[in-house]
């Protein structure tokens, strides 16, 4: 598997790190608040986060009485932010490939992931590998860009705007056809993969998985105010698929 | 629930009837051979097929060596045509809505249902009512109207091309406004629903389903040679989606 590590990219990082300075971002206001409302009782429980970034999802953890976190991110500068401002005793932090899960010891009640599985290549072989770290009863968590985001070679997709600059429509291609993009974010060449609904459900259903919940969020009234157009462009088009499986 | 009969008005009927008089149509092309392939084995099982139509999946259930078939239509004028065609000592035709179907004693190892879903309003209501006709160890196969066909209001939609008329990309809207759809189809007025890809998942999932295999159809090299485009046209856009749900 490609080992991609854009996050330690000095341009990536410093667009990202102004990104997430305000709260008036779609992740503070839509994907945080969805994904959150999904979380199962952590209280006396091992969660293992996958993309875990700066680390303030395990921190969240903690105060909601995990037992023990483990962070993983492949981003060095990631985790020194995440060792600076999330730093908890019961929480560890792993410089890995979140793709390399299966050398783990330990098993775990939660995994959780935020915004990173879109850059997964091999999905199917991942959720087996996930799927094997959970305990029985254990939940899969996690939320990544909107199969519809996702889809467009070159990420050539757009909003059609009235002559009022009222949002319309939007414009997609090559849903049905799953794979690799080559995306600019902040740099050039920016690789994730595109998966259909139905790749993504295959995949977790073929590890074992039982689907709990699928979550395509909308924004609420303090996102409508903090961002100005959200509500009409997510009503178009979802920017984020959140799904919540169980290992029975 | 409002009881929608679109079928028995003469000029869709004779509409209807003209689509699929010719197998260069996409149900026959695409829709049918992606949904037989997820059949499971229904030798010496119990069949209820919801939108029977025309019968010819109920003829093809016994072929099969169903033990028994319920077909079950809204349209009087479909019925006679599958009381004519399709008619077996093992197959029950009954003129009734679909979502009707509590009121049946029998319980079923398969329901099935082809392109008939998206007329139904209460989807999770209905999905309980399928989950309890079904013996332990039965399946729920159904395709519906993808949730891209479905999303635009009055089915303003479209597809883009370049001046040379290749398929170049999709433009909707309100895929994440789930709820009615007025539509034009041979007639005005008529009337689905629009749901999106979570609320489809959430409503079996509730009902007590386990998710087996979610399928978005790619044409195969013979739908290729029959429809002109199609293969650009799915390439970019699913027009169908299926869904094969387990009783536990």
């Not at 779609?26 to 986060?49: C, F, H, R």
């Not at 087996?128 to 959970?134: E, F, V």
Request: hydrophobic content about 35%; proline content about 4%.
């Amino acid at each position: 598997m490609a080992e991609q590590n854009i996050f330690d990219n000095e341009t990536f990082f410093g667009g990202y790190r102004e990104l997430r300075a305000t709260d008036a971002n779609y992740n503070e206001q839509l994907e945080q608040p969805a994904i959150a409302e999904l979380l199962p009782n952590i209280y006396g429980k091992s969660v293992l986060d996958l993309g875990c970034g700066y680390g303030h999802n395990c921190i969240d953890f903690v105060k909601r009485g995990a037992l023990n976190v483990v962070g993983i991110d492949i981003s060095k500068k990631m985790l020194e932010v995440a060792e600076k401002e999330s730093s908890d005793e019961k929480i560890t932090y792993l410089n890995m490939n979140m793709t390399d899960i299966s050398i783990l010891a330990q098993k775990f009640d939660l995994i959780y992931s935020s915004l990173a599985f879109h850059y997964v290549d091999d999905f199917a072989s991942f959720a087996k590998d996930m799927y094997s770290l959970l305990n029985p009863g254990g939940y899969l968590l996690f939320s990544q860009e909107h199969p519809l985001v996702t889809a467009t070679y070159g990420g050539n997709h757009h909003y059609n705007k009235d002559e009022k600059g009222n949002y319309l429509s939007f414009t997609f291609s090559n849903y049905n056809e799953p794979g690799k993009r080559d995306t600019f974010w902040y740099v050039d060449g920016v690789e994730k993969y595109h998966r259909r609904f139905s790749d993504i459900i295959n995949a977790l259903c073929s590890a074992g998985f039982i689907i709990d919940t699928v979550c395509e969020p909308v924004p609420d009234t303090k996102a409508t105010e903090k961002i100005p157009n959200i509500l009409a462009k997510e009503q178009i088009k979802p920017s984020f698929l959140i799904i919540k499986a169980k290992k029975v």
